[in-house]
């Protein structure tokens, strides 16, 4: 039977959210912005979808944008708060080891003159807050650090993190979190976390691709990244997709609802398949043993090639990958183990399998009999490969 551990790549659309979605692809056609009484059912509808997804951040429905996805909530914030306190100061600190929706944001902002200041991470992925509060200056607008890693699945400080920018950072400087690959796995409560900004996207609840939130704390001020329209109080122009918010909205009630229960099973399977892996010569757990997403498996594989485990796990019938999906078909290393001092050649062995809600005890019963042996394969053809490049029999018997 195949096996889908690429969950945090995205995640099967919950039946839940596609019966509450049909109704917006059929009928309910109309536009929220209406006045007629088609548009006013669609307005329902979003506004109902605000209010889903409000309080499973501990927000209100005013502070919450909807976007196209997690990478245009994510350029709407540091763009849009970039741009807004600019005659504040021009300096934004993140971490090496975020995803490359936050990165290549700055790096476009930082041709405009910004001052991108990129902290360095330890062994295991993490921000160090006194790092944070050592990079802080009179001019710093933005600190920006994700809650948790996509590839490896360590997990951020990031209440302490709040704390020091609240304390250490200058008047208006900004929180902005991406919570993008935690938000089904972990409690988020924007308070707590003291932020000013936090991305989540849907397809990563068990929700629909193509949406996204941007959570905006009350009285806080961004540029709008897109103009023509009214919509979302003027911060997102273009007609919103009733049926992609509603389920969004749906998916993620259900996921916060389910979560303790989920969290408890998928974390068991999950080290059942870790137990499996890390049993296999030269394989090496990647981010912190502990402080990780409950679901995510990552590991460096020793004279190996993640890509030709990958595709070997696929004609065996089991979808993993090396790392983010955004950056499949690039011949470089991830910039995540980089960060973590991993060299590249070990860093070319990267492995990712990551479970769902829908991973099952028969599903992980045939994975952890699989996977060690494509990764022993692996490695052995590998050796051989090594031994006699140029494929002309030396070394052979």
């Known amino acids: 039977m195949p096996i889908y551990l ?5 995640t099967p659309l919950r039946p839940e959210a596609l019966e509450a979605m049909l109704p917006y692809l059929g009928g309910e056609f109309g536009n929220p912005s209406s006045p007629h009484s088609y548009g006013r059912r669609a307005r329902a509808a979003l506004d109902e979808a605000h209010e889903r997804i409000a309080a499973q951040i501990g927000a209100g429905p005013r502070e919450v944008i909807l976007t196209s996805g997690g990478t245009e909530a994510l350029n709407l914030a540091l763009k849009g ?3 807004a306190g600019k005659t504040r100061g021009h300096r934004i600190v993140t971490s ?8 290549h944001s700055l ?13 360095p991470v330890d062994r295991y992925g993490r921000v160090d807050p006194d790092h944070v509060a050592s990079a802080l200056n009179e001019r710093t607008t ?20 709040g704390e020091v920018v609240r304390e250490k950072g200058p008047k208006g400087c900004l929180f902005a979190i991406d919570a993008i690959a935690g938000a089904a796995w972990l409690p988020i409560d924007v308070e707590a976390f003291s932020c000013d900004l936090l991305a989540v996207a849907g397809h990563k609840l068990d929700g629909p691709k193509g949406v996204g939130a941007l ?24 007609t919103e997709d009733v049926a992609a918010a509603v389920g969004m909205g749906v998916a993620f009630q259900l996921a916060v609802a389910e979560r303790e229960a989920t969290v408890k099973r998928v974390r068991k399977l999950r080290d059942r398949l870790r137990a499996a892996l890390l049993a296999e010569d030269g394989v090496e757990l990647t981010g912190h043993p502990r402080e990780r997403l409950p679901n995510l498996l990552s590991v460096v594989v020793g004279e190996a090639d993640g890509a030709s485990i990958v595709v070997k796990l696929d004609l065996a019938g089991i979808a993993g990958s090396v790392g983010s999906a955004c950056t499949t078909g690039s011949t470089e290393p991830s910039h995540v183990l980089r960060a973590m001092g991993y060299p590249d050649d070990e ?9 769902g809600r829908t991973t099952t005890d ?4 045939e994975a952890v009999e699989v996977i060690p042996r494509v990764l022993a394969a692996t490695r052995a053809a590998a050796a051989v490969l090594a031994a006699d490049p140029l494929g002309q029999g030396v070394g052979v018997a």
Request: glycine share 8%; hydrophobic share 45%; net charge negative.
């Open 81 to 83: 708060a970039a741009w």
């Open 347 to 355: 860093a070319r062995g990267s492995l990712r399998l990551s479970l």
């Open 107 to 119: 790096q476009q902002l930082e041709k405009f003159g910004f001052e991108i200041v990129e902290l």
């Open 362 to 365: 028969d599903e992980i019963d």
């Open 6 to 10: 690429d969950h945090a790549a995205t």
């Open 96 to 103: 090496a080891v975020e995803h490359h929706a936050v990165l």
């Open 215 to 238: 959570y905006l704390r009350r009285g806080t001020h961004i540029l709008a990244q897109q103009q023509g329209g009214t919509q979302e109080r003027f911060r997102r122009a273009g």
């Open 142 to 161: 933005v600190v920006a650090i994700q809650l948790a890693n996509n590839e490896v699945g360590t997990l951020q400080p990031v209440a302490a993190i």
